[in-house]
């Protein structure tokens, strides 16, 4: 699939759900990929948020446009993937952290904020009732909301993954997650990969993860 292609099924799937055409964003992930290639596939079709899910490789890509982009602004990084806290170093020029699993990940995120006089947005990662080790249980995530909240982040939201191949379990993890958020009054959910993104919409995804379907020819 192209961009293009990817995003004409964002908005169908917007537009089965009567959704707001827009209304879910999409977060091109480029992790593995160099910018050249980054440029070529996902840039030239408009700035979309660039998700990458290791600290160094943010770091490094941040410098390497620096040096070669001649002063075109530097897209929106987010860090998908799994956070560590000795890795939150590299994290200076990221928007948007979408996996935050617990307060101590946290605390680190909102020391460097102080350090470096702003702070990125964070969501929680929740748990998806698989065999998965990464997420927040939902019967802690009350607390981890509480905690996270008053280490000064501001929590915009929740991520998912859903188990790969099987459907209907990912439909309904992502309907679950979208109920959460909303009883929390919490406004982005960050649902949906190459494999279950069109799902992920019709469920009221706000920030739908794409990779492989990018990239692939
Ligand atoms: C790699 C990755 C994606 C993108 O997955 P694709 O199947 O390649 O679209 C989404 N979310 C996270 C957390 C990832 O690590």
């Known amino acids: 699939m192209s961009l293009p292609d990817v995003l004409a099924r964002i908005r169908a799937a917007e537009a089965r759900a009567g959704r707001l055409q827009g209304s879910a964003r999409l977060v091109a992930v480029t992790k593995g990929h160099l910018l ?23 770091r490094d890509k941040v410098r390497e446009w620096s040096e070669t982009a001649q002063g075109v602004p530097q897209p929106e990084w987010h860090c998908i993937g799994p956070l560590q806290s000795n890795k939150v170093k590299y994290l200076e020029r990221v928007a948007l952290i979408h996996a935050i699993e617990d307060v101590s990940q946290a605390e680190v995120v909102a020391e460097y904020a102080q350090k470096w006089g702003h702070a990125p947005g964070v969501l929680l990662q929740l748990h998806n009732g698989e065999a998965q080790k990464h997420g927040i249980e939902p019967e802690r995530l ?48 960050s649902m949906g990969m190459s494999g279950d993104f069109e799902t992920a919409v019709e469920e009221g995804s706000t920030l739908v993860r794409v990779g492989s379907a990018l990239f692939e020819e």
């Open 36 to 58: 050249e290639e980054i440029r070529a596939r996902v840039l030239t079709h408009g700035d979309f948020p660039l998700g990458e899910n290791r600290g160094q490789e943010v």
């Open 142 to 189: 009350g607390a981890v909301l509480s905690g996270v909240r008053a280490t000064g982040l501001d929590v915009l939201g929740l991520m998912v993954m859903a188990p790969y191949e099987q459907p209907d379990e990912a439909r309904r993890i992502f309907r679950e997650t979208a109920q959460r958020a909303h009883d929390l009054g919490l406004a982005e959910l």
